[in-house]
């Protein structure tokens, strides 16, 4: 059973470790499981409820489709002032009364073990979303600061067998609630 996962970095740096660390975790994957990457999540327009009524905006509404095509999503997303990212903040609150991530299997990845607040803070919002966070699939690897572009972190033995098992945990329980239905 084929499996979709959408990879979204809270980071719009050219060149970001949380970036880096889903490219990573795509050249690992299994035969049976494919890594979308979103990469409007510098375009969206700012969250206003004014405006989020149908049809949304051209860039909210490719955004909610590619959630929709996926099984389930892999987040890295990087910490500002002991917060989760403005933009990352911002495409979340766009998904808050549509429902995309509701029971949508989510795993996050940390790309720095300083970085403790945002992650809770970005556990919070999702479990307040009613996003379904598998708690296996929940890593921190230590890449910020390091150097390693994707290449490196997939060829790196520790940090690619900690990818190797986010997927794993993630595609086997969206496979489970494939089943299920």
Known sequence: MDVQILAISGSLRAVSSNTAVLRAAAILVPSNVKITFYSGLGELPHFNPDIDIEPAPLQVDAF????KQSDGILISSPEY??????????????LVGSGEL??????LINTSPRATIALASLTEILTVMSAKIIDKANVTLPIAGTGLD???IASHPDMSACLKLVIEELANHITKSKQIK
């Open 102 to 107: 509701v029971e949508k299997p989510v795993a």
């Open 81 to 94: 002032a002991h917060g989760v990212p403005g933009s990352m903040k911002n495409a979340l609150d766009w």
């Open 150 to 152: 994707e290449v490196g």
């Open 64 to 67: 909610r489709k590619q959630l």
